[in-house]
């Protein structure tokens, strides 16, 4: 798998924009950035993926820089709720796929 | 719809003892695969199945195995546990084992090995 680095740990303020950066700079030309997230005890959870362009869905949007070595998840609106640990992972694509799940960014999110 | 349903959700074994866990993917989804998740770590892969068939295996000893029934259902077996053994075990389901667009996790079972 492509290696991503994420910042340990971020806070937040309730009602405002979480920017989650990574950095993927041995990404290879046709794998995709996936995030999931984690809250405690329980599974991760799929929050969206991209290969080139910007998404966007309902529960957040990610920006990938146009040399797609670095990529940005965005919570527009964090809630108390958006608590989790997140990860940045470009899985390993041969015949299946695999998530390689690093140590992820700690987010929190306060009142 | 169901989610990702896993049994059980918690058990206690001793150490040199068998356990086996059990997973239902999502209705349609054609493969499971397999995780394994120590207290203050990111999950880590063991197996993926696809069609009753090994797809993958992860870093693990021969004492973990798994099978997939022709249901799409799975089983983790891990023989002779040790203490270290003791961890979340995730099943994840996908229709066709690439993850497209997500895999979908099942809450886990918590294995504790005394």
């Known amino acids: 798998d492509a290696k991503t680095t994420q910042p340990p740990s971020m806070d937040c303020a309730e009602g405002r924009a979480a920017n989650l950066p990574c950095n993927h700079s041995t990404i290879s030309g046709n794998e995709y950035v996936y995030w999931y997230r984690q809250i405690h005890s329980q599974g991760p959870q799929y929050i969206i993926h991209?290969?080139?362009n910007n998404e966007t869905n309902e529960m957040a949007s990610l920006i990938i820089t146009e040399d797609r070595k670095s990529s940005t998840l965005i919570l527009p609106h964090a809630t108390l709720r958006d608590t989790a640990v997140y990860y940045c992972i470009v899985p390993r694509r041969s015949g299946y796929s695999t998530l390689t799940f690093g140590k992820g960014t700690m987010l929190l999110v306060s009142p | 719809d169901a989610g990702v349903t896993q049994s059980p959700t918690h058990l206690i074994k001793t150490r040199g003892q068998q356990v086996t866990l059990r997973c239902s993917p999502i209705s349609g989804h054609k493969s499971v695969s397999w995780y394994q998740q120590v207290l203050g770590q990111g999950p880590q892969f063991i197996f993926q199945y696809y069609e009753k068939e090994e797809r993958g295996r992860g870093n693990f000893p021969d004492r973990f195995s798994a099978r997939q029934f022709p249901n799409y259902s799975s089983e983790l077996n891990v023989n002779a546990l040790l203490l270290g053994d003791s961890a979340l075990y995730l099943c994840a389901s996908s229709l066709d084992g690439q993850g497209t667009p997500g895999y979908t996790f099942g809450s886990g079972t918590r294995l504790t090995v005394v």
């Open positions: 991209g290969l080139k």
